[in-house]
């Protein structure tokens, strides 16, 4: 007897989930799956999770999140200040995705450990940056990337408008979806 093909996602594929119903709710399982780039028996997994949990509810029109929902998100800090973008030479992957940390309790040393979680999660890797005195400077020198890179750093700075003291870790990957993964984990890794 077969039992079906096995899902295949990650913990962050179940919160990029609960954000996309949450922004973009109601929403249907199958617009949900296009937009996780998951197969239809992860999307049905994660859904009777989310519902498990009293994370989401069904209604006619799909999914919609709920109060615990959206506590649990707002708990996570993944999507306070994050985008896709273009970084240009500075990343290492045809797909960017930025989160942009504050009040990190941990202090970014070399860049190495945020690199590698992203590697271990399927990414091709991950940049982390800090900003300070209106610059982008990248671990562990803390090299002066406009020195390096001017066009990509002014392009960089327009899209995320960052702030004194920010954190910024760009994962990259082959798709979006790895991207994003990508920058979760490392960024999971400075908390």
Do not use: W
Request: charged fraction near 25%; proline fraction near 4%.
């Amino acid at each position: 007897m077969s039992l079906g093909p096995k899902p295949n996602f990650f913990d962050y594929d179940v919160l990029r989930a609960l954000y996309i119903i949450d922004t973009k709710g109601p929403i249907g399982r199958h617009l949900l799956r296009k937009e996780l780039d998951l197969t239809e028996c992860s999307v049905r997994t994660i859904l009777k999770n989310l519902l498990k949990n009293e994370q989401i509810q069904s209604t006619s029109l799909g999914q919609v999140t709920t109060n615990k929902g959206k506590k649990y998100l707002l708990s996570k800090h993944f999507f306070e200040r994050s985008q896709f973008i273009d970084a240009g030479r500075i990343s290492l992957g045809e797909h960017d995705f930025a989160i942009i940390a504050r009040n990190l309790k941990k202090d970014v040393t070399n860049g190495i450990e945020q690199r590698d979680e992203a590697i271990k999660i399927g990414g091709d890797g991950a940049t982390v940056l800090i900003y300070r005195q209106g610059k982008f400077y990248m671990p562990p020198g803390f090299m002066d990337l406009e020195d390096y890179y001017p066009e990509d750093v002014s392009k960089l700075k327009g899209q995320l408008e960052p702030s004194e003291g920010d954190v910024i870790i760009i994962g990259s990957g082959k798709t979006m979806r790895m991207a994003q993964l990508a920058a979760m984990a490392a960024f999971d890794s400075l908390r």
